[in-house]
Nanobody, 118 residues
Framework: QVQLVESGGGLVQPGGSLTLSCVASGITFSRYTMGWYRQAPGKQRELVATITSGRNTNYADSVKGRFTISRANAKNTVYLQMNSLKPEDTAVYYC????????????WGQGTQVTVSS
């Protein structure tokens, strides 16, 4: 079955950095658009960044210039490098895999907590 397993979350001070990883299994990883989303307490889940199979990237305005999404197809892994973290980046971060071929495939990880606090 399909699994997306996130890691790398934790507690970091404002201005610090973290790198999240998501390892996928059960899918042809290289074909999927991979993404990171986040959900803060009391708020809706929102897009953070996506990377297509052709490595085109898209970022939320709130993270542009601070976060970088990348992928390693040989490792079935997508990364999110987060720099200059702010308290408002505190959320559960979710990995997502999407593919539209005639059928819509949409898979989610369990999430990893990122807390930015002094």
């Amino acid at each position: 079955q399909v699994q997306l397993v996130e890691s790398g979350g934790g507690l970091v001070q404002p201005g610090g950095s973290l790198t999240l990883s998501c390892v996928a299994s059960g899918i042809t990883f290289s074909r999927y658009t991979m993404g990171w989303y986040r959900q803060a307490p009391g708020k809706q889940r929102e897009l953070v960044a996506t990377i297509t199979s052709g490595r085109n990237t898209n970022y939320a305005d709130s993270v542009k210039g601070r976060f970088t999404i990348s992928r390693a197809n040989a490792k079935n892994t997508v990364y999110l490098q987060m720099n200059s973290l702010k308290p408002e980046d505190t959320a559960v971060y979710y990995c997502n895999a999407k593919l539209v071929t005639g059928t819509f495939y949409d898979y989610w990880g369990q999430g990893t907590q990122v807390t930015v606090s002094s």
